[in-house]
C-alpha cells in the first residue's frame, strides 16, 4: 500500500494519479486489513477535495470516479450505492470523459 498512499500528509502528484485505478484499488483492498480498507477511502476523498479546491477539476473528476468504484466495488458502506452513484454523477459534472459515462451506465444496471 505504501507503494501508492503514504501516511505523512504529502499530495499524490498530479502526474501519479494515473497509477491509481479500479484494479489497483480493489487489490490494495483485498490486501488491507480494516483500518487500511477506510484509509484508502479517506486518502481518494481528500485528493477529490484538495484537487477540486485547487480547480483542477479533470484530476478531481478522476478522484470522484475512483471514489464511486472504491465505494461500490469494495467498500460497501451504509448507503453505499448512493454514494457511488453521486461519486459517478460528479465525476461527469467535471469531466465528461467517456469512462465517467461508461462507468455510470454499469453502475446504473448494477442498482
Same mark, same amino acid.
Given at each position: 500500500?505504501?507503494?501508492?498512499?503514504?501516511?505523512?500528509?504529502?499530495?499524490?502528484?498530479?502526474?501519479?494519479?494515473?497509477?491509481?485505478?479500479?484494479?489497483?484499488?480493489?487489490?490494495?483492498?483485498?490486501?488491507?486489513?480494516? #483500518?487500511?480498507?477506510?484509509?484508502?477511502?479517506?486518502?481518494?476523498? =481528500?485528493?477529490?477535495?484538495?484537487? /477540486? *479546491?485547487?480547480? @483542477? %477539476?479533470?484530476?478531481?473528476?478522476?478522484?470522484?470516479?475512483?471514489?464511486?468504484?472504491?465505494? #461500490?466495488?469494495?467498500?460497501?458502506?451504509?448507503?453505499?450505492?448512493? =454514494?457511488?452513484?453521486?461519486?459517478? /454523477? *460528479?465525476?461527469? @459534472? %467535471?469531466?465528461?470523459?467517456?469512462?465517467?459515462?461508461?462507468?455510470?451506465?454499469?453502475?446504473?444496471?448494477?442498482?
Amino acid at each position: 500500500m505504501e507503494k501508492y498512499f503514504q501516511y505523512n500528509d504529502i499530495i499524490i502528484p498530479e502526474e501519479e494519479i494515473s497509477n491509481l485505478n479500479p484494479d489497483i484499488l480493489k487489490d490494495l483492498h483485498d490486501n488491507a486489513n480494516k #483500518f487500511d480498507e477506510q484509509n484508502i477511502y479517506f486518502i481518494l476523498l =481528500f485528493h477529490y477535495y484538495h484537487y /477540486k *479546491e485547487e480547480g @483542477k %477539476l479533470e484530476v478531481a473528476a478522476y478522484f470522484s470516479y475512483l471514489l464511486s468504484n472504491y465505494t #461500490f466495488t469494495c467498500l460497501k458502506p451504509l448507503y453505499y450505492k448512493d =454514494f457511488s452513484l453521486r461519486f459517478a /454523477k *460528479e465525476a461527469i @459534472k %467535471l469531466d465528461e470523459k467517456k469512462l465517467y459515462v461508461k462507468w455510470l451506465e454499469e453502475l446504473s444496471k448494477k442498482l
